[in-house]
């Protein structure tokens, strides 16, 4: 394996999940006798210019030719969508004579956004079936993949992109080096590209490993990014902090031409990483034994819970949480089920541990004792919308950065380890 940043040979390892299968592979009933692929969880980072990824065992096309995740499910991702477009908006000065392409434009829940305000646009979505439903929300969808020469030939057909929008999208290419040459090929000479991407530091700070599956083939620092979108005449000029996904950024990229110099607040977040210790392959090292201490305390916590006689189950099916259930080896009899506003997942299984999947309304009829929180970077969007297990005297289980057992009632929540 040589590094798909700068091609160097000598990558070393940050943390080893074992093999699981990739984790959107939702089993149907049928397929519940048949056996599962799995592959390599092994996340290393170069000792050159510290990229830290994941071998390309998977492609994107078995991932993203037919996709189990939705935007539009997530209430607070998709409020998260409208604030970025009204402050772009501002921003940037887009009007209807604009025009904003998004890569990886999932169901439209960010666009949908921009077709609001009059605002020519374009998504370019690799899932058939989550560009359908974009496309069925009266979002303009392309149903490819992002590379140079898709990108040259959606510039020449539209003409070049005033804003390009890739949210959580550059982190899942592993041919990092076209899919940049695509950015630069879509957008303007003087336009600008979003980025929002899972930060490196919260991931080894906050011990989210879960985060790690193999349709994320890496995984960045500010300074990592700064290399990479380098490879495509491109460079970050500005860099915002965000709470998604338990700690993201979002780079605010230009043409080299016309770039300028960094902003303060980027200046700001690269000290921050090399204080960390970051840049260096120091800052790397020690995250394998930090997840083996959160993976012996959630287990010690299932294990008493099975001993008690208590009843656990799951709220969400989201990738990260197939990541979490395979390394800790979490199958039925410490997880009953789990559910999911995705109807897509109702009535499968998830990859690996095959945990049933079924509707958020099971857990009313149930009223188990404890409710595991697998999408816990939405912690505060689920501890309103859960705060009714209380009337039984359920409680709520999030995972990360540590185990915290909260008990919930009607008016008021507070943590009880």
Same mark, same amino acid.
């Given at each position: 394996?040589?590094?798909?940043?700068?091609?160097?040979?000598?990558?070393?390892?940050?943390?080893d999940?074992g093999?699981?299968?990739?984790?959107?592979r939702?089993?149907? =009933?049928?397929?519940?006798?048949?056996?599962?692929?799995t592959?390599?969880?092994?996340?290393?980072?170069c000792?050159a210019?510290?990229?830290?990824?994941?071998?390309?065992?998977?492609?994107?096309?078995?991932?993203?030719?037919?996709?189990?995740?939705?935007?539009?499910?997530?209430?607070?991702?998709?409020?998260?969508?409208?604030?970025?477009?009204?402050?772009?908006?501002?921003?940037?000065?887009?009007?209807?004579?604009?025009?904003?392409?998004?890569?990886a434009?999932?169901?439209?829940?960010?666009?949908?956004?921009?077709?609001? /305000?009059?605002? =020519?646009?374009?998504?370019?979505?690799?899932?058939?079936?989550?560009?359908?439903?974009?496309?069925?929300?009266?979002?303009?969808?392309?149903?490819e !993949?992002l590379?140079?020469?898709?990108?040259?030939?959606?510039?020449?057909?539209?003409?070049?992109?005033?804003l390009?929008?890739?949210?959580?999208?550059y982190?899942?290419?592993?041919?990092?080096?076209?899919?940049?040459?695509?950015? /630069?090929?879509?957008?303007?000479?003087?336009?600008?590209?979003?980025?929002?991407v899972?930060?490196?530091l919260?991931?080894?700070?906050?011990?989210?490993?879960?985060?790690i599956?193999?349709?994320h !083939?890496?995984y960045?620092?500010?300074?990592?990014?700064q290399?990479?979108?380098?490879?495509?005449?491109?460079?970050?000029?500005?860099?915002?902090?965000?709470?998604?996904?338990?700690?993201s950024?979002?780079?605010?990229?230009?043409?080299?031409?016309?770039?300028?110099p960094?902003?303060?607040?980027?200046?700001?977040?690269?000290?921050?990483?090399?204080?960390?210790g970051?840049?260096?392959?120091?800052?790397?090292?020690?995250?394998?034994?930090?997840?083996?201490?959160? =993976?012996?305390?959630?287990?010690?916590?299932?294990l008493?819970?099975?001993r008690?006689?208590?009843?656990?189950v799951?709220?969400?099916?989201?990738?990260?949480?197939?990541?979490?259930?395979?390394?800790?080896?979490? /199958?039925?009899?410490?997880?009953?089920?789990?559910?999911?506003?995705?109807?897509?997942?109702?009535?499968?299984?998830?990859?690996?541990?095959?945990?049933?999947?079924?509707?958020p309304?099971?857990?009313?009829?149930?009223?188990?004792?404890?409710?595991?929180?697998?999408?816990?970077?939405? /912690?505060?969007?689920?501890?309103?919308?859960?705060?009714?297990?209380?009337?039984?005297?359920?409680?709520?289980?999030?995972?990360?950065?540590?185990?915290?057992?909260?008990?919930?009632?009607?008016?008021?929540?507070?943590?009880?380890?």
């Amino acid at each position: 394996m040589n590094c798909r940043l700068c091609g160097h040979s000598d990558l070393v390892s940050m943390v080893d999940l074992g093999a699981t299968p990739p984790c959107e592979r939702f089993l149907t =009933r049928e397929r519940l006798a048949e056996p599962e692929q799995t592959y390599p969880l092994h996340l290393r980072v170069c000792s050159a210019c510290l990229l830290a990824q994941l071998p390309a065992l998977i492609t994107p096309e078995d991932t993203f030719t037919e996709y189990a995740y939705f935007s539009s499910f997530s209430t607070s991702w998709v409020a998260h969508a409208e604030r970025f477009v009204a402050e772009t908006v501002r921003r940037l000065g887009l009007g209807t004579d604009s025009y904003v392409v998004e890569a990886a434009s999932n169901d439209g829940y960010l666009l949908s956004h921009v077709v609001r /305000r009059g605002i =020519r646009c374009l998504g370019i979505e690799p899932s058939a079936n989550v560009g359908a439903a974009a496309r069925e929300n009266g979002v303009p969808t392309l149903t490819e !993949f992002l590379g140079e020469d898709v990108g040259r030939r959606l510039r020449a057909e539209h003409g070049p992109a005033d804003l390009v929008v890739a949210n959580n999208v550059y982190a899942h290419v592993p041919d990092l080096l076209d899919f940049t040459a695509g950015l /630069r090929a879509l957008v303007a000479d003087d336009g600008w590209i979003s980025i929002e991407v899972q930060h490196l530091l919260s991931l080894v700070r906050h011990r989210q490993f879960d985060t790690i599956y193999h349709e994320h !083939f890496q995984y960045y620092t500010v300074r990592s990014a700064q290399q990479a979108l380098a490879t495509g005449g491109l460079a970050v000029v500005d860099v915002e902090t965000l709470p998604t996904h338990g700690g993201s950024i979002r780079l605010w990229v230009r043409p080299v031409a016309v770039a300028g110099p960094p902003s303060p607040r980027m200046s700001a977040v690269l000290a921050a990483e090399a204080e960390a210790g970051m840049h260096a392959l120091a800052g790397h090292t020690g995250f394998g034994a930090a997840v083996a201490a959160l =993976r012996r305390q959630l287990l010690g916590f299932l294990l008493d819970a099975a001993r008690e006689g208590r009843t656990v189950v799951g709220y969400g099916a989201p990738g990260k949480g197939n990541t979490l259930l395979n390394h800790c080896g979490i /199958r039925t009899d410490l997880l009953r089920y789990t559910v999911d506003r995705n109807p897509y997942k109702h009535g499968r299984f998830t990859p690996g541990m095959r945990i049933p999947v079924l509707p958020p309304e099971q857990i009313a009829v149930d009223r188990p004792d404890y409710v595991l929180v697998l999408p816990w970077n939405l /912690r505060a969007e689920l501890t309103e919308a859960l705060r009714y297990i209380g009337e039984w005297g359920g409680r709520l289980v999030f995972p990360i950065p540590e185990l915290d057992v909260v008990a919930a009632n009607p008016r008021r929540m507070r943590s009880v380890r």
